[in-house]
């Protein structure tokens, strides 16, 4: 069964940091890996879909990189800001859309 | 953009209750799918369904069933609640295929069973 980790559980950076957010998979046998954020009580917010073929994808401050040999993915947030404190997941896609998530990384980013 | 909603953001019920959780989706996706996450347990899948009228069991199917009669709409049922069944449960949808099926999510339903 796959599993998806997330490390660190939790991250706290003061503004205009980088961030850098992990994830690792243990069955390479993926269809796309997705990262989504999500506020206290709130649902998941999607930031980016990286198909299995791609090995990176870029939107705004967010650049996400994936590597399925070694089984990771690596979510980066450029120049912090308060607005990106949160809580990121790593979801791994397999068939019928379906997706294992990891336990997520919350993120303080303190001005 | 893809608006996928559900119909309540709380809810509390009583244990023994049937409850019904709706879920509407904008964007004519085939799949459709209920999660619920727990702290320390993160999120973990329900059931899922790829068509009308079509299911399949996720993880964690006990105590649930789900209902899809229109592609619309995926409804999730407890059909005995218990105090266990609290939770944090979300809704989402993804188009069919095996490459782009970016899921997008509900807002969630915050579920209290006293």
Sequence with gaps: KQEVTQIPAALSVPEGENLVLNCSFTDSAIYNLQWFRQ??????????????????????????????SSGRSTLYIA????????????????????????????VVVTP | DVKVTQSSRYLVKRTGE??????????????????????????????????????????IPEGYSVSREKKERFSLILESASTNQTSMYLCASSPSGTKNTEAFFGQGTRLTVV
């Design chain 2, 18 to 59: 049937k409850v019904f959780l709706e879920c509407v989706q904008d964007m004519d996706h085939e799949n459709m799918f209920w999660y619920r996450q727990d702290p320390g347990l993160g999120l973990r899948l329900i059931y899922f369904s790829y068509d009308v009228k079509m299911k399949e069991k996720g993880d």
């Design chain 1, 79 to 106: 120049a912090s800001q308060p607005g990106d404190s949160a809580t990121y997941l790593c979801a791994v896609g397999a068939s019928w859309g379906k997706f294992q998530f990891g336990a997520g990384t919350q």
């Design chain 1, 39 to 68: 506020d206290p009580g709130k649902g998941l917010t999607s930031l980016l879909l990286i198909q299995s073929s791609q090995r990176e994808q870029t939107s705004g401050r967010l650049n996400a990189s994936l590597d399925k």
